[in-house]
């Protein structure tokens, strides 16, 4: 076999090895969120009405979440590939902005009567969301970077990450405030794989 055919098989290899990888993330989003917000629910904050709202608001944080994941993934592509991506970027941005439109009713049912720590979440999270216009501007004006991509969308759903860690620490026991530090941190990890799968756009690209 000579040394161009076994650098084709290694890349190919690499490549199926992160599409694995990222197949999992969404679907355990999904799954966590319910389970997260059903457990404070079950636990109980001192003001049950917010974990009951918490609850019913997971499966659009999640969307939410999901969205954001793909918009970046797109966006990326598009950066790096040139406009030949611009439908699929176009696309995951509507599916964002619908998402957005969906979570948007809930936040003042969710904020009032939360705890401190969750409204100030919240307000750090509308702050980054503040900057996903001139993101996008920037994309098409092709005033944009691959770092530039990956710093404001990951920094929007570290935010979410942030948000989750900070929420475990209102828990009222060390029981489930070990469980709820469990789930924020199998948040990370799946939100890391989902970062990684966009960089791979970047990595395996004629450019990269």
Same mark, same amino acid.
């Given at each position: 076999?000579?040394?161009?055919?076994?650098?084709?098989?290694?890349?190919?290899?690499?490549?199926?090895?992160?599409?694995?990888?990222?197949?999992?993330?969404?679907?355990?989003?999904?799954?966590?969120?319910?389970?997260?917000?059903?457990?404070?629910?079950?636990?109980?904050?001192?003001?049950?009405?917010?974990?009951?709202?918490?609850?019913?608001?997971?499966?659009?944080?999640?969307?939410?979440?999901?969205?954001?994941?793909?918009?970046?993934?797109?966006?990326?592509?598009?950066?790096?590939?040139?406009?030949?991506?611009?439908? +699929?970027?176009?696309?995951?941005?509507?599916?964002?902005?619908?998402?957005?439109?969906?979570?948007?009713?809930?936040? !003042?049912?969710?904020?009032?009567?939360?705890?401190?720590?969750?409204?100030?979440?919240?307000?750090?999270?509308?702050?980054?969301?503040?900057?996903?216009?001139?993101?996008?501007?920037?994309? !098409?004006?092709?005033?944009?970077?691959?770092? +530039?991509?990956?710093?404001?969308?990951?920094?929007?759903?570290?935010?979410?990450?942030?948000?989750?860690?900070?929420?475990?620490?209102?828990?009222? +026991?060390?029981?489930?405030?070990?469980?709820?530090?469990?789930?924020?941190?199998?948040?990370?990890?799946?939100?890391?794989?989902?970062?990684?799968?966009?960089?791979?756009?970047?990595?395996?690209?004629?450019?990269?």
């Amino acid at each position: 076999m000579t040394k161009r055919a076994t650098r084709r098989t290694t890349g190919a290899s690499l490549r199926n090895r992160i599409l694995a990888i990222a197949l999992v993330p969404s679907l355990s989003l999904l799954v966590l969120g319910g389970a997260t917000a059903g457990y404070f629910a079950y636990e109980g904050f001192r003001k049950q009405n917010f974990a009951n709202r918490l609850s019913d608001a997971t499966p659009a944080i999640n969307q939410l979440m999901v969205a954001l994941q793909e918009e970046r993934r797109a966006t990326m592509a598009a950066v790096v590939l040139g406009g030949g991506q611009r439908g +699929d970027m176009v696309q995951q941005r509507q599916l964002t902005d619908s998402a957005v439109a969906a979570i948007t009713p809930t936040n !003042d049912a969710l904020t009032k009567d939360a705890p401190d720590v969750f409204t100030q979440g919240v307000a750090a999270l509308q702050q980054q969301f503040a900057e996903l216009p001139k993101v996008r501007q920037r994309v !098409d004006n092709g005033q944009s970077s691959v770092q +530039d991509v990956d710093q404001s969308y990951s920094g929007i759903l570290g935010a979410f990450v942030a948000g989750m860690r900070q929420l475990a620490r209102t828990a009222p +026991d060390a029981d489930s405030a070990y469980l709820e530090r469990f789930s924020s941190d199998y948040l990370f990890a799946s939100e890391s794989m989902q970062r990684s799968r966009a960089l791979a756009v970047a990595a395996f690209s004629p450019t990269g």
